[in-house]
């Protein structure tokens, strides 16, 4: 399906124009090409991969390499939507020095075009100085999953005052340091909706309201494929682990029952070679 790339330019003409983004997470290359022949605008490499992916417990033991290979995986089948490689834990937060280059290494060696990275007011300069040496940047304020521990756990954030007015200033901090445009993580409604009228660039919501510039859900949440838990904030639009998990047994039944393979599934041999063959094995 031929599809020209989405820009960090369309990602602002769509707030501009008022049409919803529409993102996605994705972690391996059927992946890239479902979300690719979607249509979606952006897939996120997330680091969520090490929860729905590699069986870990959040997010924290991601590393570089991980991101790199997965990244590379999805930018074979996805050649449409813009793809934002997702910085793990520790790879931006050491140095600025580390930030920019890590970003280059998922840039160069993942073929992301942008990537993401979590905080705000205190990450501004970091993002400023990876935008400045030609990388464009996603912002994610509110719930940051990295820090969860820190925030008390996977929790919503910005409930009263003062948090939200913390958020509002992060959002602001993110902008005036060149993010391109920002995802906004498990916050009240209206809080969503006061971010996303602050900010002139794209806010993208994940547990904040209708009321912000576009959608973004983990893949695995969509299709029902990850039931270890279901946020609150997630739709899924589908049961594939009931339909993957059904197949299987299916399969196995059939092993067992030796109904699989059928003549169908099998290759024929001309009944001479065979012939030739049986006087070629040697008696028993
Ligand atoms: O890693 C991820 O999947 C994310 C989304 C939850 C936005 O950061």
């Given at each position: 399906m031929a599809m020209e790339k989405v820009s960090v330019l369309d990602v602002q003409k769509a707030k501009d124009d008022g049409r919803k983004l529409v993102m996605v997470t994705a972690y391996d290359y059927p992946l890239g090409l479902l979300a690719h022949e979607a249509g979606v605008d952006i897939v996120l490499v997330g680091d969520s991969l090490g929860m729905v992916v590699l069986g870990m417990e959040g997010t924290v033991g991601v590393t570089m390499e991980h991101m790199i290979h997965h990244t590379r995986a999805v930018v074979r089948g996805c050649k449409g939507p813009m793809i934002v490689g997702d910085m793990p834990f520790m790879s931006y937060n050491t140095s600025i020095h580390d930030a920019i280059v890590n970003a280059g290494r998922l840039v160069k060696?993942?073929?992301?075009?942008v990537i993401k990275l979590e905080g705000g007011v205190d990450f501004a300069s970091t993002v400023e100085a990876i935008v400045k040496a030609g990388i464009p940047v996603m912002g994610h304020i509110g719930l940051t999953p990295q820090t969860a521990s820190a925030l008390g756990g996977f929790k919503i954030q910005g409930k009263d005052a003062t948090a939200a007015k913390q958020i509002i200033d992060d959002a602001r901090a993110l902008e005036d340091a060149g993010v391109f445009s920002i995802i906004l993580e498990a916050v009240p409604a209206p809080l969503g909706k006061l971010v996303a009228e602050t900010v002139r660039i794209p806010v993208i919501g994940i547990g904040a309201g209708a009321d912000v510039d576009g959608q973004v859900l983990v893949i695995h949440d969509v299709l029902g494929l990850f039931d270890r838990f279901v946020p609150k904030f997630v739709k899924q639009y589908a049961n594939v682990r009931k339909i993957m998990l059904e197949a299987l047994n299916e399969y196995k039944q059939e092993v067992m029952e030796v109904k699989f393979p059928g003549p169908e599934h099998s290759f024929k041999m001309p009944a001479e070679a065979l012939e030739q063959l049986k006087k070629m094995m040697p008696d028993k």
């Open positions: 060696h993942g073929g992301c075009e």
